[in-house]
């Protein structure tokens, strides 16, 4: 089990993207004369809200347990000022690699994620240590919670519907791959993953909308599968 939101993570979910025969399927012409690019942006990241004491247990195992009652309250935004360079080496692989990826990747609470995409193939999956360093055809933002909530089966659909996500980007090519950006949201819940940080409530509404989304998207996405199929068959893709 891969954690959620770290460069681990995204280097997984990019390994199955690059391996999805369905991405195949609903993605031909993705990326070909326009940028294809997208950049995936986890708003909202709690790292002054969350102690080190509410992570997943096996992140800090290894720690002495009388090292981990004495820094349990500690925020993850205060962790690497009071794990400075001198403590760090001491510390398990796990917690240094952890403290590394905030200090580097996590922006005005942001964390961006890279995933270069051209029709079926991944060409790139970067988590930005810097969100100005590569540009993107398009940006998808949502809050920390939206993005969980993807990962444990929503219906990416059902996010964009609510405004739970956003999408910067040509609105044409959008329309026409919509089943692409859905598909997207599924490979990412096929990604074993442990919540780094506690996961949302229930939502009624969310809940709600989620159940109408998921017969149409199927039902859409089959049809495009088949489309692309009949016509690739006839050598006119």
Do not use: C, K
Request: charged content about 25%.
């Amino acid at each position: 089990m891969t954690l959620f939101p770290t460069e681990q993570w995204l280097a997984e979910y990019g390994r199955l993207l690059d391996e999805s025969d369905a991405l195949d399927d609903v993605s031909v012409g993705w990326g070909v004369g326009f940028d294809g690019d997208i950049r995936l942006v986890i708003d909202d990241v709690p790292l002054a809200e969350t102690t080190l004491d509410e992570l997943p247990p096996r992140v800090l195992a290894d720690l002495p347990e009388h090292v981990r009652a004495g820094v349990g309250e500690v925020t993850l935004a205060d962790a690497p000022d009071r794990f400075d360079e001198h403590v760090r080496p001491s510390l398990p692989d796990v917690v240094q690699d952890l403290l590394r990826q905030i200090e580097e990747n996590v922006h005005d609470g942001a964390i961006h994620a890279h995933v270069g995409l051209r029709e079926g193939s991944v060409t790139a999956v970067e988590t930005l240590t810097d969100p100005d360093a590569r540009d993107a055809g398009f940006v998808i933002h949502g809050s920390l919670t939206t993005w969980q909530g993807i990962l444990d089966g929503r219906p990416a659909v059902s996010a964009l519907m609510t405004g739970d996500l956003t999408v910067q980007g040509n609105q044409v090519r959008l329309l026409r791959y919509s089943s692409m950006l859905g598909l997207l949201g599924e490979v990412a819940a096929d990604v074993g993953t442990t919540h780094l940080f506690a996961e949302p409530g229930p939502s009624v509404t969310r809940d709600v909308v989620d159940a109408a989304t998921r017969p149409g998207v199927a039902v859409q996405r089959t049809a495009e599968r088949q489309v692309t199929r009949t016509l690739r068959d006839l050598s006119l893709l």
